[in-house]
């Protein structure tokens, strides 16, 4: 059974009032739905509200939802929606946090370990204040591709959106994030 097909049979038993179809269908999506929820609010306080929004919203609206589109794409659709409306509420822009720390195994091994953690999680904090700076649509589109690696007719419908539409705010998207991380350093060399 692919995933869509499994995602249509839980769909269809959760709405005749199965609850565990509906939280297994809940349960099958939320990592994503967090991820993108994390990735345009900047930070985990405001993911997590905005993640538990939009898996409110998603329950809510389960009844109507009628299966044009893939109940991934509606959910991503949901869950952003979701999140920039939370941010608007809250009238907050995205700021970038630390991730969360890593595992902490042996000793030896997280010596080992420490330049290249401090350089992901340098990444990790330039990207996240790039991502800040763009405008909610911008950072939507560039999200919903290179994080939920969704092609262009999904995001679109996703959004909202005619194609051509999602193309330019990728690409615009993309530019002012290169165009960010060069000014402020984020594609130099660090030292070893």
Do not use: K
């Not at 299966?67 to 995205?94: H, I, K, M, Q």
């Not at 939920?148 to 005619?162: K, N």
């Not at 539409?165 to 960010?180: M, N, P, Q, W, Y």
């Amino acid at each position: 059974m692919t995933h869509d097909a499994g995602d249509a049979a839980l769909v269809a038993a959760a709405q005749g009032g199965d609850t565990a179809a509906l939280d297994a269908l809940l349960r099958r999506h939320y990592d994503r739905i967090h991820a993108i929820c994390r990735r345009l609010a900047g930070n985990a306080a405001d993911a997590d509200d905005a993640t538990q929004e939009a898996v409110m919203a998603i329950v809510r609206g389960l009844p109507r939802f009628d299966g044009r589109a893939a109940f991934s794409t509606w959910s991503y659709r949901v869950a952003t929606n979701a999140c920039l409306d939370e941010l608007r509420r809250r009238g907050r822009r995205p700021v970038p946090v630390e991730p969360d720390p890593p595992d902490r195994g042996d000793a030896r091994t997280a010596v080992d370990l420490a330049p290249a953690v401090a350089d992901a999680i340098a990444d990790r904090l330039e990207v996240d204040a790039a991502m800040a700076t763009l405008p909610p649509e911008f950072r939507a589109a560039v999200v919903l591709r290179d994080l939920c690696q969704l092609d262009y007719a999904e995001i679109a419908e996703t959004l909202g959106i005619p194609p051509g539409t999602v193309r330019s705010r990728i690409a615009r998207g993309r530019a002012a994030l290169a165009d960010h991380l060069a000014t402020t350093g984020g594609n130099q060399e660090r030292p070893s």
